[in-house]
């Protein structure tokens, strides 16, 4: 779990999102990051048993991405991201696999396990292995506790049939994706639960399918 002060503060860069204000509030930003850092450090194990590709002594800094924004090619100059982005990443060199994300905004909280707008040649593949190998992909999506826990996201999703595939193709609801990431949408309160780590190991175990069949569809399963 993580304290009630970790979300405040992460509220209030929202809500105060200049560097006069943040370098005030430096202190509070260490005492949020440690208590992120110490969250992360009970999902390492957890995750690495589930999935032996995970790497077991992942540090918990290189899961959390910065709180400092790029803001040279954006129109919105805001210094600070308004949410802790935790990053469990499989890659390895000249590896495309997909990643598991822990999004913690207020209201706005999400794991997203998958590929997100993958380059073409991903895309294309992931395509490829819904259409050759139909019947697994739905066992995987239709599964009970996947529904209760998943939703595939639809974020830019084609309006037309994808090249190479026919309008009345069985799945092409499925095929017309351009994100293949599955979404588990979590409250404010589970994070101040005791037991959001079960949560997320539950979450975990459940999204290992999806998981092995996008890896085994871009040839890394």
């Known amino acids: 779990m993580i304290k009630q002060e970790t979300l405040d503060f992460i509220k209030d860069v929202a809500e105060n999102n200049d560097r006069e204000w943040f370098a005030e509030n430096k202190p509070r930003y260490e005492t949020a990051r440690a208590d992120i850092f110490a969250f992360i450090e009970q999902l390492i194990p957890e995750l690495a048993a589930i999935d032996p590709a995970f790497p077991l002594d992942t540090p918990a800094k290189k899961c959390l991405m910065r709180i400092y924004r790029d803001v040279r090619f954006s129109k919105n100059k805001d210094p600070y991201k308004s949410n802790y982005g935790i990053s469990f990443d499989v890659k390895g060199r000249g590896i495309t696999t997909p990643d598991y994300y822990l999004h913690i905004q207020p209201g706005k909280s999400f794991l997203g396990v998958g590929f997100w707008m993958p380059e073409p040649s991903v895309l294309k593949k992931i395509r490829e292995e819904i259409d050759y190998n139909t019947t697994e992909f739905l066992e995987i999506i239709h599964a009970k506790d996947f ?16 090249k190479g595939y026919e309008t009345d193709h069985p799945q092409i609801e499925f095929l017309k994706l351009k994100s293949f990431i599955a979404i588990y949408k979590l409250d404010d309160k589970e994070f101040l639960d005791g037991e959001i780590v079960n949560k997320l190991i539950t979450a975990f175990k459940v999204i290992h399918p999806f998981v092995l069949f996008l890896r085994n569809a871009v040839g890394h399963g």
């Open 147 to 162: 529904e209760k826990i998943f939703k595939l996201s639809e974020e830019d999703k084609l309006k037309n049939a994808p």
